[in-house]
């Protein structure tokens, strides 16, 4: 790129960041079924005690739950992503418990070379105040998109959490002064 | 394509992509990714948009700010299953310098939702007058189109130029394909009779 169009694009993230990743992007005719991988939204936990867990069961009782949040025994928190597409239900959620910071994750191809959670770090500029947080997708951390399971195959394929960032909610990645003239 | 916008579609191709793919191959895994990969596929198109109708670097510079910042807000709205991105962003870059003209005619200054104006440094200045230098074709086609209605323009601008499909077009000017497709051959039927009359 240019460094005008490189400056324009580290505007919009800094400035729009949070927007964008917080974006309910339409997913044409599969509204409930992962059609690829994409951004997952969850919190810093402002939860109960140690070895809490909530499990906001959205899927059918056979199903497992679409996402899973636990305090752990460090105080980190993890969230278990199992359904992508129940993530801005889940957001909306734990937004309206008074959390006040978000969870971004990004997938890359290919198997996890680790299975487990992966823990994240705080976006660039970002005021992140909460405790680490980890996320795991799937029970492993892979996740396989079969032929037949997304409309028009679309992302099919192996994937795995490349990383995850967290934003603070309130002033998160915006350092100021961003445009200022 | 009429003859001469043949040939300036043949020079926009040779024109270096001003773009680098940062994607890592697969799809994109987030909102944020997938945003990226539409400003990297559209940026230097509506950069060339604004210089066609902008000598002023700055001004380029802001238009396409406003337009992508207007697509930030707007992202959540926009289903690729019912256009191209490219076509969604000429709609608002439609918008964005129908404004900026009201605006300029008002003597109020254009666009600055980035946290305001940014100034831009020399280095960017240079590279955008590069920018709007590379568009003088167009900027001669489109005045050869100047005494069509400012639809026909439209649309050989965005068809003929920018390599949108009519429906496509059609949705980035808010008309329907068999209204867009009249105004598109009876644009090109002009600018031939008009080529005849000069040859």
Redesign the interface.
Same mark, same amino acid.
């Given at each position: 790129?240019?460094?005008?169009?490189d400056?324009?694009?580290s505007?919009?993230?800094r400035?729009?960041?949070p927007?964008?990743?917080?974006?309910?992007? /339409?997913e /044409?005719?599969r509204a409930h079924l992962l059609r690829? /991988?994409?951004?997952l939204a969850g919190s810093t936990l402002g939860l109960a005690g140690v070895g809490t867990a909530l499990v906001l069961a959205l899927g059918a009782a056979s199903s497992p739950p679409a996402y899973a949040v636990t305090t752990n025994s460090d105080g980190s928190v993890t969230v278990q992503i199992n359904v992508a597409s129940s993530l801005s239900q889940a957001n909306a959620k734990l937004g309206a418990m008074g959390i006040d910071e978000r969870l971004?994750?990004?997938?890359?191809?290919g198997p996890a070379a680790v299975s487990g959670p992966v823990t994240c770090t705080p976006a660039p500029g970002a005021n992140v105040s909460g405790p680490p947080l980890k996320v795991l997708v799937g029970t492993d951390g892979t996740e396989v998109i079969s032929p037949g399971q997304t409309g028009g195959n679309?992302?099919v394929?192996t994937?795995h959490l490349?990383h995850c960032v967290v934003w603070g909610d309130t002033g998160s990645g915006?350092s100021?002064?961003?445009?200022?003239? | 394509m009429s003859t001469e916008a043949s040939a300036l579609v043949r020079t926009m191709r040779e024109r270096p992509v001003a773009v680098r793919a940062r994607s890592r191959g697969g799809p994109p895994s987030s909102p944020l990714e997938e945003f990226e990969q539409v400003y990297l596929r559209n940026v230097d198109v509506l950069m060339g948009y604004f210089a066609r109708r902008c000598r002023d670097p700055q001004t380029v510079a802001d238009l396409t700010s406003e337009t992508f910042v207007r697509a930030v807000d707007g992202f959540a709205r926009f289903d690729p299953s019912r256009g191209s991105d490219r076509a969604w962003l000429f709609g608002i870059a439609t918008h964005v310098f129908a404004s900026h003209c009201e605006q300029s005619a008002g003597g109020r200054d254009a666009v600055a939702r980035l946290g305001g104006h940014r100034p831009l440094d020399e280095d960017e200045i240079e590279e955008l007058a590069e920018r709007i230098d590379a568009e003088s074709e167009g900027v001669a086609l489109m005045r050869r189109c100047a005494q069509l209605p400012a639809v026909e323009r439209a649309a050989i601008e965005l068809v003929d130029l920018e390599e949108l499909t009519p429906k496509e077009a059609a949705l980035a000017l808010g008309v329907s394909r068999v209204a867009f497709r009249k105004r598109l051959s009876r644009a090109r039927s002009r600018l031939r009779k008009e080529q005849h009359s000069n040859d």
């Open positions: 790129m240019t460094k005008f169009t400056h324009l694009w505007d919009l993230v400035e729009h960041g927007t964008l990743a917080h974006a309910d992007r /339409p /044409p005719g690829r /991988p994409r951004v971004e994750i990004f997938m890359a191809s679309t992302g394929g994937y490349d915006n100021g002064n961003t445009g200022a003239g | -």
